[in-house]
C-alpha cells in the first residue's frame, strides 16, 4: 500500500477516494466521476485545498468551526489530555475531571435550571438521548402515555434511525423506514416560500398555533414534547417570524408539553448569544448541543437538561449511554474552547460588532436581481434565490437548480457557501473579520452575478406557476 499523503497528485487522491470512500448526503457515483475536493489545511477561515487554492470558508466546516481553525490551545488541551487520560468511560459510577468540569461550565453558561448534562458523541446521538429521556420522563411521572413527540416538516435533528425521525426531512424518511412510530410532525415557519398572502406576523402565528391544533388532536395526554431549533440551520437557514416563539411558548407551558430546543448549530455563540434560546427568548426544559461545543476539533454532543427532569430521571436507572458519553479528550477540548469563547468576548463581539456589520452587507444582497429575501440571525444568514421577487416565486424548474449552479459559482469564486434548494447560506466562523465579511459579500455577489448570467442564458428565469 502506497502511503497516502497531500503531496499526492489530486486526481490520485479523488480516484482512490471514489474507490474506497462513501461520503455522506451525496450522490457518490457523481461525485466519483467530478473528483471530490480535496481540503488539505486551514487557518482561520480559510482553507487550502489540494490545487493550492485559499478559499473562504463561509460555512464553519459544517456549522461547527466556531473558533476558526488552527488554535493551538485546541491542541495543547487535547495533547494534555491524551498524555493524562485519554479514555476512561463514565458509567459504572465513574467519572474524571474533564466531564465533571464540562458539565459544571455548561451549566453556569446555560440559562434558567438548565443544570444536568448528559454526553453524547453528537448531535443525532444527543437527540437519540432526548427521545428516550422525555418518554422516560412521563412514564417515571406516571403518564406513560404521554410519548409522543411533535416535531416540524423540513427540521434537521440529526442521522440516526431516532433524529433522523424527529427531523422532518421527507429524503431522509424515504429511505430505511422512517420515521419511528410516535413522531408526529406539523409545517415549519418558512414564510418566504409557505406564507402566501399572508403578513410574516400572522403566517409565524398561524405556524405556532398548528402545534395547539396537533396537541388537541393528539390528546395533551399523549404528547411529551415538542422539539426544534431555535432557527432552522440546515433547512435552509429558515427565521421564524417574530410572534412565532413567545406563541409556542405558551402552548407547551399550557399543555404541559416538555420543550427540546435543538441548540446544535444555535448554540455557543452562532446567533450573538451563547444560545439561541436566549436570542429567541425561550426557556426549553432541554438543549440538544454539538459542533460548535468543541468548535468541531473533536466528536462531543450532549443534552442540558432541567432540574425538574434531571431529578425525576435520576430517581430511576435510565439504561442509556454512549461509550464515548463524556470523552475525556473531547471534553478538555471543549472546555478549552469554551474558555477562549468567554475570555476573547467572541461572543460579544459577534453580537455588537461583527453580525451587525455583516447583517447590514447581507441584507444589500436584495438588492441583486436574483435575490428575494435576505435572513439573518447573528452568524447564520440565508438568501432566497427567486426568478420574481415581486411574487416570491420559486423557479419553474426543479427545486435546487439555481442553487446549485450558484453553489458551483461560488466554489470558483474560492468562497464556501452553501444551497439548501434554492437558498443561499452562510454560517462562517465567529471570528471573521469585517476584511473577511467585505470579501465573502464580494465574491457572494459576483457568483449571484454568473448564476443570473448563466440562468438567463439557459432560460431558467421562469417562475413555476401556482396551481
Ligand atoms: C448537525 C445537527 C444535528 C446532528 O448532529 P451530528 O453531530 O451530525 O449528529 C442535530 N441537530 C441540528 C440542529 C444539527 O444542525
Same mark, same amino acid.
Given at each position: ?13 479523488? &480516484?482512490? +477516494? ?11 457515483? +457523481?461525485?466519483g ?12 477561515v480559510?482553507? #487550502? ?9 463561509g ?7 466556531n473558533l ?11 495533547? @494534555? ?7 476512561? %468511560? ?10 465533571? &468540569? ?24 444527543? %437527540?437519540?438521548?432526548?427521545? $428516550? ?14 410519548q409522543?413527540?411533535i ?45 402566501g398572502?399572508?403578513?410574516?406576523e ?6 405556532? $398555533? ?44 399550557e ?5 427540546? =430546543? ?10 450573538? %448569544? ?21 468548535? *468541531?476539533y473533536?466528536?462531543? *454532543? ?5 432540574? $425538574?427532569? =434531571?431529578?425525576?430521571?435520576?430517581n430511576?436507572?435510565?439504561?442509556? /449511554?454512549?461509550?464515548?458519553? /463524556? ?49 439573518i ?8 434565490? #427567486?426568478?420574481?421577487?415581486?411574487? @416570491? =416565486? ?18 470558483? %469564486?474560492?468562497l ?9 447560506i452562510?454560517?462562517?466562523?465567529l ?15 459576483q ?9 438567463? =442564458? ?10
Amino acid at each position: 500500500m502506497t502511503q497516502i499523503s497531500n503531496h499526492m497528485p489530486t486526481a490520485e487522491l479523488q &480516484a482512490l +477516494d471514489a474507490a474506497h470512500h462513501m461520503h455522506p448526503f451525496t450522490h457518490n457515483a +457523481d461525485l466519483g466521476a467530478k473528483g471530490a475536493r480535496i481540503i488539505t489545511r486551514a487557518d482561520g477561515v480559510w482553507l #487550502t485545498d489540494s490545487d493550492g487554492n485559499r478559499i473562504l470558508d463561509g460555512m464553519a466546516g459544517l456549522w461547527c468551526v466556531n473558533l476558526g481553525y488552527g488554535r493551538q490551545e485546541l491542541v495543547d488541551a487535547a495533547t @494534555r489530555q491524551m498524555q493524562e487520560l485519554p479514555f476512561y %468511560n463514565t458509567f459504572f459510577q465513574t467519572s474524571h475531571t474533564p466531564a465533571i &468540569a464540562l458539565a459544571a461550565r455548561l451549566a453556569e453558561l446555560a440559562p434558567g435550571d438548565l443544570n444536568h448534562v448528559f454526553f453524547a458523541g453528537s448531535g443525532s446521538e444527543a %437527540n437519540d438521548t432526548n427521545l $428516550r429521556m422525555v418518554r422516560t420522563y412521563w412514564a417515571e411521572k406516571g403518564q406513560p402515555e404521554k410519548q409522543v413527540v411533535i416535531s416540524r416538516w423540513n427540521a434537521y435533528h440529526g442521522s440516526s434511525v431516532g433524529s433522523g425521525s424527529l427531523g422532518g426531512m421527507k429524503g431522509m424518511h424515504s429511505q430505511g423506514g422512517l420515521p419511528i412510530p410516535g413522531i408526529h410532525h406539523i409545517d415549519q415557519p418558512d414564510w418566504w416560500s409557505e406564507g402566501g398572502d399572508m403578513t410574516p406576523e400572522d403566517f409565524g402565528l398561524e405556524r405556532a $398555533r398548528q402545534l395547539e391544533t396537533a396537541i388537541k388532536e393528539l390528546g395533551a395526554d399523549k404528547v411529551a414534547a415538542f422539539i426544534a431549533e431555535p432557527v432552522q440551520g440546515a433547512g435552509g437557514v429558515i427565521v421564524p417570524p417574530a410572534t412565532y416563539w413567545p406563541e409556542i411558548q405558551r402552548i407547551c407551558r399550557e399543555h404541559d408539553i416538555l420543550l427540546i =430546543a435543538d441548540e446544535v448549530i444555535c448554540g455557543f455563540g452562532r446567533t450573538g %448569544n451563547w444560545f439561541g434560546s436566549q436570542t429567541m427568548e425561550i426557556t426549553p426544559d432541554i438543549m440538544t448541543i454539538a459542533k460548535g461545543l468543541s468548535s *468541531g476539533y473533536l466528536p462531543i *454532543g450532549g443534552s442540558i437538561v432541567s432540574d $425538574r427532569i =434531571a431529578e425525576v430521571i435520576g430517581n430511576a436507572e435510565f439504561n442509556h /449511554g454512549y461509550t464515548y458519553s /463524556g470523552h475525556p479528550v473531547a471534553a478538555a477540548v471543549a472546555l478549552e474552547n469554551l474558555r477562549i469563547l468567554d475570555e476573547e468576548g467572541i461572543v460579544t463581539r459577534v453580537r455588537e460588532e461583527t453580525a451587525p456589520y455583516l447583517a447590514e452587507k447581507f441584507r444589500s444582497l436584495t438588492d441583486h436581481p436574483l435575490v428575494g429575501e435576505a435572513k439573518i440571525v447573528g452568524m447564520m444568514g440565508s438568501i432566497a434565490l #427567486t426568478p420574481d421577487k415581486a411574487s @416570491r =416565486a420559486a423557479f419553474e424548474a426543479d427545486g435546487g437548480t439555481a442553487g446549485y449552479i450558484c453553489r458551483e459559482r461560488c466554489f470558483a %469564486n474560492n468562497l464556501v457557501m452553501r444551497h439548501v434548494g434554492d437558498r443561499m447560506i452562510i454560517s462562517p466562523p465567529l471570528v471573521i473579520s469585517r476584511e473577511e465579511i467585505d470579501t465573502l459579500i464580494e465574491r457572494a455577489w459576483q457568483s449571484l452575478d454568473e448564476t443570473h448570467a448563466k440562468l438567463q =442564458a439557459d432560460g431558467l428565469m421562469k417562475a413555476r406557476k401556482v396551481a
